[in-house]
């Protein structure tokens, strides 16, 4: 199933396609980088982003039948969507592969990332692209990743959320859950305080531990 962002955007609204790793990680997560413009650098995100530094650098190389392309910019005028891949094979049909600093993750949002890479390469070189691979760094393996119908239409899905919550900016409620442990904004986005459910709960607490003090 193909699904189509609205047409009334023009070529300036495209959105990164990083923020489809963050979508589907939490969509409070996306709005807090993506909306509010928060960022928050730590050990894991600074070693991947020296990652990324070291593997964007534009350049080009071939190994027996193999060009390797790096820093690739990406485009789609379908999902309005932009970005770079780290590296893309031409073998000779185009493989993207996209770098992490850690491990594979129980959520899909690396392969959505990497779906969308294929998405933009499809449009860009009139291709079909079958397979890409995530490369990890602990342990340093490579994950192929299989363009299956069901990953297309997630990550179709997922781009068009992306767009709808743009368009409303909007910064959804917190979910808590166990995943906010491995959130750099766990500190920003303070869970516990700003989810629907939870934040007249907890700013009672407050309240009631700042009459303790006094
Ligand atoms: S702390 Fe939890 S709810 Fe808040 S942005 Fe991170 S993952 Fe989402």
Redesign the pocket.
């Known amino acids: 199933m193909s699904i189509a962002v609205s047409t009334s955007e023009t070529d300036d609204d495209a959105l990164p396609i990083s923020g489809l790793q963050h979508l589907a ?5 996306w709005a ?1 980088i993506h909306l509010e413009q928060v960022w928050v650098e730590n050990i894991r995100t600074a070693e991947g982003r020296l990652l990324h530094e070291r593997a964007d650098l534009p350049g080009e190389s071939r190994r027996a039948n193999v060009r390797t392309v790096r820093g690739m910019w990406l485009r789609s005028e379908r999902l309005h969507l932009t970005g770079r891949a780290d590296i893309v094979e031409f073998k000779p049909e185009p493989f993207p592969v996209e770098y992490k600093r850690g491990k594979s993750k129980p959520t899909d949002c690396d392969t959505v990332q990497l779906c969308a890479q294929a998405l933009c390469l499809e449009e860009m070189l009139q291709a079909t692209i079958g397979r890409g691979a995530i490369f990890y760094g602990n342990p340093r393996r490579r994950l192929e990743v299989e363009f299956t119908p069901q990953l297309r239409s997630r990550t179709e899905e997922l781009t068009a959320t992306m767009h709808r919550l743009y368009r409303s900016s909007i910064t959804p409620a ?4 166990p ?2 442990r ?2 750099s ?2 500190h920003v ?3 516990e305080a ?2 629907q459910d939870d934040a007249a709960q907890w700013v009672a607490l407050q309240l009631r531990s700042l009459q303790q003090d006094v």
Not at 25 to 29: A, D, L, N, V
Not at 174 to 177: L, N, S
């Open positions: 990680f939490c969509p409070r997560q807090l917190a979910t808590p859950g995943y906010c491995n959130c904004l766990v986005c303070l869970p700003t989810s």
